[in-house]
């Protein structure tokens, strides 16, 4: 194990834990550190006044410096207060590996930080988006809950081949962007590529829509009343840009529903409209109404089909609690209902979430198929049969039967046994020399082996995932792209050292540095960089010392002149050495 765990974190199934990095807090340069602390100096001066009061709050709860980056172990110690954990991952991971680590009430931490050059915003997630953006909201009792409930029905979601194209695409645009020389035309291409995928999506999965929610909710949140909202989404909450513009006229806010699902979102541009919700409660009203058109909760053909189309692992529940656990590839349809599934490959059985004993993947590692439905001409379904009514029908050990089912699946056989559930209903008859067909069409052959037929009148369920996550090796995540560190030349060691210098200086470690001696190598081999001179201000003002102050910003002056676009950022950076409020 590559991380300090605690209690909550000894919860996690080993497939999550294979997303899990060490936060490698050394790796950490004195330019990250003060990339965070200019970020966060700004944004708690900012926020405070625009933010809802659980962010406040919520930082001194969670141990969140505004002075150092948070070390993940530290922010555990703290988190487990309020039954929460945090782990470091590499980017972006899988939405539903994202979403079931909340429901383990566990706060996933992309754990590089962005370049000074993107201080503003990053399409990329990373500790400041979830540090400084996620963490301090879940102190609020209401929102964890809708949180954690969010990621128990997240993970359930079902998505569409296509879902998983889109990630591995945002996941690598958002690795090039953060990337230090990545060519424009490289970007260009990237975003070209997430456009016609967009625009080749088809009818949006469920993980899609419960995405969009996520992100006009958890990424992107408004909260109180449309003429005054406050900001709690992470999104907002770590972006000095964001942050500023959706309190504008210019970003249109519309009251949170569930019409949020079908509001798409583009990582790579400032959201055009958001969603208030009036409080937390709500959202988790929302949410419930959301799971209940889901195949989670609603089964029938239709969830099937969503199962189908996902060509993912999955799962279908019958009336009875039998759990059918596999890539499932072929629906038989009559009157608009499923009469047949089929699996391919390792298959596994499972009740309440509980492989059942001799339905491991090693006992059916070929495919499974069941009939769905009642008997022909008979009104009682099989699992609601008595013993006496399943004698009655020839349904019992060492008979001979011929079942026809309407829609016209037939079974013939010799019954062996059959598996109850608690509830004493019949789940699982057994069958050797067994002859399964859909009219024409042979579904078994005798020569297969035993036939293990699955009894349920409905399918009542269908969601990702298998019902026991020790039925199926899960261990098995690989992603077409990884982080891109940087390549630290001479010159940038160089600028580092400075950066290290001040910082030492500001806490006192090494007070025998000349601040000037650092502002001249600055302005003679750095001198387009703008957030070490903004430090240097910091301390000047703070020590009266009027001259030197006054010879940082006429260099900071020609900065803004060599490098308009960082104008308004170096002037924030101006005001709060000065103790002044940023403008809003």
């Known amino acids: 194990m590559s991380y300090e765990s605690n209690p909550i974190l000894d919860r996690l199934p080993k497939h999550l834990q294979q997303y899990i990095k060490p936060q490698n807090y050394e790796d950490y340069s004195a330019v990250d550190q003060a990339v965070w602390r200019y970020v966060m100096r700004k944004n708690v001066d900012y926020l405070s006044r625009v933010a809802h009061d659980s962010y406040t709050s919520g930082l001194k709860k969670t141990g969140i410096s505004i002075d150092h980056i948070p070390n993940m172990y530290g922010m555990n110690r703290i988190l487990k207060e309020i039954g929460w954990a945090a782990v470091a991952v590499d980017g972006f991971i899988p939405p539903a590996a994202f979403m079931e680590f909340q429901a383990y009430n566990v706060l996933v931490i992309a754990s590089d930080i962005r370049q000074l050059e993107h201080i503003e915003y990053t399409p990329a997630p990373d500790i400041i988006h979830e540090g400084a953006g996620h963490a301090p909201i879940i102190a609020n009792p209401e929102y964890a809950e809708y949180l954690r409930r969010f990621g128990e029905i997240g993970c359930k979601a079902l998505s569409s081949a296509k879902d998983y194209e889109l990630y591995e695409a945002v996941r690598h645009l958002s690795i090039i962007k953060e990337a230090p020389g990545t060519e424009e035309n490289e970007i260009l291409l990237a975003e070209q590529k997430i456009e016609q995928l967009q625009e080749n999506m088809g009818e949006p999965s469920e993980m899609a829509l419960i995405r969009n929610l996520h992100w006009w909710t958890v990424e992107y949140g408004l909260i109180g009343t449309l003429e005054h909202p406050k900001i709690y989404g992470a999104g907002l909450l770590s972006s000095i840009g964001e942050s500023n513009w959706c309190m504008t006229d210019k970003v249109a806010k519309i009251p949170y529903s569930i019409e949020a699902a079908r509001t798409a979102f583009d990582i790579t541009k400032p959201q055009p409209q958001l969603f208030v919700t009036p409080d937390f409660a709500f959202l988790s009203q929302v949410l419930e109404e959301f799971a209940n058109t889901m195949a989670l909760r609603k089964g029938g053909l239709d969830g099937l089909q969503k199962l189908i189309h996902s060509e993912a692992l ?35 059985l499972a009740y309440r979430e509980k492989e059942l004993i001799g339905h491991s993947t090693a006992q059916h590692p070929d495919g499974f198929g069941a009939p769905v439905g009642k008997l022909k001409g008979i009104n009682l379904a099989i699992e609601d049969m008595s013993p006496r009514d399943l004698k009655a029908y020839k349904i019992y050990e060492g008979e001979r039967v011929d079942l026809e089912f309407t829609g016209g699946i037939t079974l013939s056989g010799d019954i062996i046994t059959g598996t109850r559930n608690l509830r004493g209903e019949i789940i699982l008859i057994t069958f050797e020399n067994c002859l399964v067909k859909y009219q024409d069409e042979v579904l078994f052959k005798p020569e297969w082996g035993l036939y293990h037929m699955a009894v349920g009148e409905q399918i009542v369920s269908a969601f990702n995932g298998p019902a026991d996550l020790d039925s199926f090796d899960l261990v098995t995540h690989k992603t077409g792209s990884t982080t891109i560190k940087i390549k630290k030349d001479q010159k940038r060691q160089q600028l580092e050292r400075l950066y290290r210098q001040i910082r030492e200086f ?79």
Do not use: M
């Open 506 to 584: 500001r806490e006192g470690i090494n007070t025998t540095i000349s601040r000037n001696k650092v502002l001249q190598e600055l302005q003679a081999n750095h001198p387009n960089d703008w957030l070490l001179s903004v430090e240097l201000l910091e301390l000047a003002t703070g020590a009266q010392d009027a001259p030197f102050a006054k010879e940082i910003r006429e260099h900071l002056e020609t900065v803004k002149q060599q490098r308009p676009e960082v104008g308004h950022l170096i002037d924030d950076g101006i005001a709060l050495a000065a103790g002044n409020r940023v403008a809003s």
């Open 314 to 348: 999955g799962t279908v529940e019958l009336s009875t609690g039998l759990q059918i656990s596999g890539i499932f590839t072929r629906a038989i349809e009559h009157d608009g209902k499923a009469i047949y599934l089929q699996t391919k490959g390792p298959t596994a």
